[in-house]
């Protein structure tokens, strides 16, 4: 009865169409929201067009969005949304579940609206974040929402940044179709176009960038923005989860395309991947150092360039500007030298390639014969060994200038083989137990102040025979002749049981004339490349960039030798052999079992008894041991 009247009233009254309030009088609709709303002005009949008086019928004719956005509802219709609807998906976004109640529609201006910038994420996370949502229609995305709402571009909206970009900015709104359709904004040859719309410049330079052209072309294989700097997930590059970020751009970025042997095997990339992480820069860069260069330090960020072309940064022509940002004064010998060289392999010039054959020979030769002659010694020894307690009587064999020298020797070595594989190796299990990846770029710092000590121990040594003439008589005691090749040969057939007599030495026998004289060769070899490595920029001015990457190879190489030298050989000569386990103590104590002299040395155990009884009796003045080890 009160909605005939109201009509009655209406038609004779007024003989115009329902007004919002009359309309309240059965309807729960919140005037004071409406009329603030986008439709407000319109009243309800603006919309309910077919209600023209009162009473209505029961079930008007649905409301026409067409009817005033007829572009809008045309583009909804083609889109990934509309065809779902079309195709019977009953909870496919509709107007309403993105604009909201047609009674409360804000404009996409109006910071309450549910388009605003600053709000989409909530509107499209609606079901875009709803896991049952996705699982339900086997969207793949994993929480694109959730992602963006971290990403640089989420943050920035939410800051209430309009000009960031938002879902809408890179989807489309009305007309958002699934990325493989190509009049998606967000399809792969279309990425770089969306994103110029806000990065207008970048575009310019992408699109005649090599990566450009082949987007152009319709490569597939390719990068567009999305596969550089991710998709929702975009970051800045200073923060350390960026896929552009130093320390990942050139394994996880650039590496994901040119490390992949489908793709190498296609274009021919080569190895320059791994090359690139086993170099200088590489090292550094795994290591923990944030300014070492990687791959777009080089080629450029976007506007990469083949390296014949003159534009190019790694053009022969340019090379010396593009290293220079970082080498000063580099030489114009870097044009002419290859880059992307590796020390096991691969593209490398002459030098490398025949360093890395040569100790690919001489380090299982050199090893291998180091475990057999200890392991035969060793099952030769446990044999015949009798224990005894002997006359415990201790012999002086290496005096305080040696222990000192020995010891910043023992330190220094101990310290760079654990940095330099640190530094080779950064990511190993190892490094991360004993802390090491916590010490990042300091790695390098203490691997170099170690040098300096071993390069400093050594120079030591060396004055310290020049000085002293009574300890520089170790030189000719070390001298390798004639008769050590005989004790090595006699010494292998006494420990087959060939010869019933073993071989007795002088002051030194034939292992340690090989470990000194070894010692010294590779503290030269590691202290040249070493030191032309450090002065990197020095080394380029004047040096082609071959001498820099032979000096890596051979520094390489020679640590493996070393560590494994003093494993096998140092280590069984003063702690495993059994004539001396559990240590020989002499370079801590400066003296050693003169039942073992006597026995190995006869002649040697001869002069330190004449010595010692010449010193007691007062002949010569007393000292502070025997002259060396």
Not at 331 to 350: F, L, P, Q, Y
Request: charged share 20%.
């Amino acid at each position: 009865m009160r909605l005939l009247l109201a009509g009655l009233l209406s038609v004779v009254l007024f003989a115009a169409p329902p007004s919002a309030k009359d309309c309240t009088s059965c309807h729960e609709v919140d005037l004071v929201k409406f009329e603030g709303s986008k439709h407000g002005s319109m009243g309800c009949t603006g919309c309910h067009s077919s209600i023209t008086k009162l009473p209505h019928a029961e079930k008007p004719g649905p409301v026409k969005c067409a009817t005033c956005h007829e572009d809008q509802v045309k583009a909804y219709g083609k889109s990934v949304h509309g065809m779902a609807m079309q195709n019977g998906m009953s909870d496919a976004a509709t107007c309403s579940s993105c604009h909201g109640s047609p009674h409360t529609i804000l404009g996409a201006s109006d910071a309450a609206s549910k388009v605003a910038k600053n709000n989409l994420p909530d509107t499209c996370g609606a079901c875009h974040s709803n896991p049952n949502f996705l699982a339900k229609h086997n969207i793949p995305f994993a929480k694109p929402v959730e992602a963006y709402r971290l990403s640089l571009h989420g943050r920035e909206v939410a800051k209430g940044n309009t000009s960031a970009a938002s879902c809408s900015d890179c989807h489309g709104s009305h007309d958002i179709l699934a990325s493989r359709d190509p009049r998606a904004h967000v399809n792969r040859a279309r990425v770089a176009e969306t994103c110029g719309v806000c990065h207008s410049e970048v575009l310019t330079v992408y699109a005649d960038s090599v990566h450009g052209l082949a987007v152009k072309r319709g490569s597939k294989d390719s990068p567009t923005c999305t596969d550089c700097h991710g998709e929702h997930s975009i970051l800045a590059p200073s923060e350390p989860g960026s896929l552009v970020n130093a320390a990942r751009v050139s394994t996880v970025t650039c590496g994901r395309c040119h490390g992949d042997e489908r793709l190498d095997s296609r274009y021919a990339f080569g190895d320059k991947v791994p090359a690139y992480q086993d170099s200088f820069h590489g090292l550094a860069v795994r290591g923990g150092q944030k300014t070492a260069a990687n791959c777009a330090s080089c080629h450029g960020v976007h506007n990469i360039l083949p390296s014949a072309d003159i534009r190019s940064t790694v053009n022969p022509a340019n090379l010396q500007k593009t290293c220079g940002q970082c080498h000063v004064g580099v030489g114009d010998k870097i044009a002419r030298s290859k880059v992307h060289v590796r020390t096991a392999g691969g593209v490398e010039h002459i030098s490398v390639k025949w360093i890395r054959w040569a100790y690919y020979a001489l380090i299982p030769m050199t090893i291998g014969c180091m475990l057999f002659h200890n392991g035969l010694d060793w099952l030769a020894k446990l044999r015949r060994h009798k224990p005894h307690h002997g006359t415990g009587e201790q012999l002086p064999r290496m005096n305080k200038r040696f222990r000192i020298t020995h010891a910043l020797v023992m330190v220094s070595f101990i310290a760079l083989v654990i940095t330099g594989f640190a530094l080779k190796f950064p990511e190993s299990g190892w490094v991360a137990s004993f802390q090491l990846d916590h010490l990042g770029r300091y790695r390098g710092v203490l691997h170099r102040i170690f040098a300096v000590m071993m390069m400093a121990a050594t120079g030591l040594h060396l004055v310290h025979l020049a000085l002293v003439k009574r300890d520089r008589v170790i030189l000719w005691e070390l001298l390798p002749n004639w008769q050590d090749a005989k004790d090595i040969f006699n010494m292998l057939r006494y420990n087959l049981g060939l010869i019933p007599k073993r071989p007795t030495f002088g002051m030194f026998g034939y292992a340690e004339k090989m470990e000194y004289w070894a010692f010294m060769w590779g503290t030269v070899v590691m202290a040249v490349t070493g030191i032309l490595l450090w002065a990197k920029d020095t080394s380029l001015k004047y040096f082609p960039i071959w001498v820099m990457d032979a000096a890596t190879a051979a520094h390489w190489y020679e640590a493996i030798l070393a560590t494994l030298s003093i494993l096998v050989w140092h280590w069984y000569l003063v702690i495993f052999d059994p004539d001396v386990y559990p240590m020989d103590l002499a370079w801590l104590t400066g003296k050693a079992s003169a039942d073992h002299i006597r026995e190995t040395r006869p002649e040697y155990y001869r002069q330190l008894k004449e010595a010692q009884n010449a010193t007691a009796n007062g002949d010569v003045e007393d000292g502070d041991g025997g002259p060396g080890h």
